[in-house]
């Protein structure tokens, strides 16, 4: 109980965060994502805010339940409950996996924002892809140059904004453009690595 309850603190904290920037937010929700039930903060406002703002809301949840995780701790020095000890690993466990930016939870979201740039899943496939292209071809010496202009997105594009919503669950992610025409598409990236054999 100690443990979900440290969940709802989570997901306070990003609507703390909202709330901070005036940003508009709707409630907390349950939901499953990839099959298992989760809370989650809607905060479609988010999306209005600038990278740094949103990285705070990305971050607030595990702000303030490590706020809460303080308060357990000191808990657990007065009363030596082995309860209150196991909401503190628990809790620590799921804040560690909301950190992973595999699945889009915090982690991916607050690397999302941090690094700007958007869609990480599909950037990380293109760099892929590329590199084992260049494996394959039997450039490995070249492969940090090909990976460096074939994966650049211009980020002084400005932000499009969509009417979905934000949530911690759901989301749908902008693709980044590259920055020249010359950069862009794999064919080219193919090209550039034959014609400098």
């Known amino acids: 109980m100690l443990t979900v309850l440290g969940v709802l603190v989570h997901e306070l904290g990003h609507l703390a965060a909202c709330v901070r920037y005036h940003a508009s937010h709707?409630?907390?929700?349950?939901?499953?994502?990839?099959?298992v039930p989760v809370f989650f903060a809607e905060v479609h406002?988010?999306?209005?805010?600038?990278?740094?703002?949103?990285?705070?809301?990305?971050?607030?949840?595990l702000y303030l339940q490590s706020v809460y995780l303080a308060l357990l701790g000191a808990t657990y020095l007065v009363s030596e409950a082995p309860a209150?000890?196991?909401?503190?690993?628990?809790?620590?466990?799921?804040?560690?996996?909301?950190?992973?930016?595999?699945?889009k939870y915090d982690g991916y979201w607050l690397l999302s924002d941090l690094t700007?740039?958007?869609n990480l899943h599909q950037?990380?496939?293109r760099i892929a892809a590329g590199a084992c292209r260049a494996l394959w071809l039997g450039h490995?010496?070249?492969?940090?140059?090909?990976?460096?202009?074939?994966?650049?997105?211009?980020?002084?594009?400005?932000r499009l904004r969509?009417?979905?919503t934000r949530?911690?669950?759901?989301?749908?992610?902008?693709r980044a453009q590259p920055l020249a025409p010359s950069s862009c598409g794999r064919r080219s990236m193919a090209h550039r690595l034959l014609t400098v054999c």
């Not at 709707?26 to 099959?35: A, D, F, M, Q, S």
């Not at 209150?84 to 699945?103: E, Q």
């Not at 949530?167 to 902008?174: E, G, I, L, N, Y």
């Open 84 to 103: 209150v000890l196991a909401a503190i690993v628990c809790s620590h466990y799921l804040m560690l996996h909301t950190l992973n930016p595999v699945l």
């Open 162 to 164: 969509t009417s979905a």
């Open 45 to 61: 406002g988010a999306w209005l805010l600038a990278r740094q703002q949103r990285a705070v809301v990305d971050a607030g949840g």
């Open 167 to 174: 949530s911690r669950c759901w989301a749908t992610p902008w």
């Open 116 to 118: 700007g740039v958007h």
């Open 123 to 125: 950037s990380v496939r």
């Open 26 to 35: 709707g409630g907390i929700g349950v939901g499953l994502y990839w099959c």
């Open 140 to 158: 490995g010496a070249l492969l940090p140059a090909a990976l460096s202009s074939y994966c650049s997105p211009d980020l002084r594009r400005p």
